[in-house]
C-alpha cells in the first residue's frame, strides 16, 4: 500500500491548513487510519487517530484545534488543523493501523508533509 499526503505549507499562526493522505487501495476495510508528526530534534508523536467505527482520538495538544476524518469511498484520510501554533511545525506523516484497547499500533507509513507555522 501506498500513503500520499499533501496539503503542507507555511501558514501564519492562527492560520489554518488541511492534510490529505490519498491511500493506493480501499481504506473501507483498515481499523484505524492516523496522523503523527515529527518536529526536529524529537521523537514522532501520534497527532489523530480515526477508526472504522468512527470514533476518534486526539493528542491533548492538539485537541479543539485538529480534527481527523476519513472518506472511504475517496480512499482518503483528512487532517483539518485550526488555530495553528509554532509548536505545531513538524513534518505531518500518515499512517494506516490498529486501534485496539485504547492503544495504536502503527502499521504502514506514507511519506510526510512540511507544515511550518511562522510570522
Known amino acids: 500500500v501506498q500513503l500520499q499526503a499533501s496539503g503542507g505549507g507555511l501558514v501564519q499562526p492562527g492560520g489554518s491548513l488541511t492534510l490529505s493522505c490519498a491511500a493506493s487501495?480501499?481504506?473501507?476495510?483498515?481499523?484505524?487510519m492516523s496522523w503523527y508528526r515529527q518536529a526536529p530534534g524529537k521523537q514522532r508523536e501520534l497527532v489523530a487517530v480515526?477508526?472504522?467505527?468512527?470514533?476518534?482520538n486526539y493528542a491533548d495538544s492538539v485537541k479543539g484545534r485538529f480534527t481527523i476524518s476519513r472518506d472511504n469511498a475517496k480512499n482518503t484520510v483528512y487532517l483539518q488543523m485550526n488555530s495553528l501554533k509554532p509548536e505545531d511545525t513538524a513534518v505531518y506523516y500518515c499512517?494506516?493501523?490498529?486501534?485496539?484497547?485504547?492503544?495504536?499500533?502503527?502499521?504502514?507509513w506514507g511519506q510526510g508533509t512540511q507544515v511550518t507555522v511562522s510570522s
Open positions: 499512517n494506516e493501523g490498529v486501534y485496539y484497547s485504547g492503544t495504536y499500533y502503527p502499521g504502514y
Open positions: 487501495r480501499t481504506i473501507s476495510t483498515i481499523n484505524a
Open positions: 480515526a477508526t472504522l467505527g468512527g470514533s476518534t
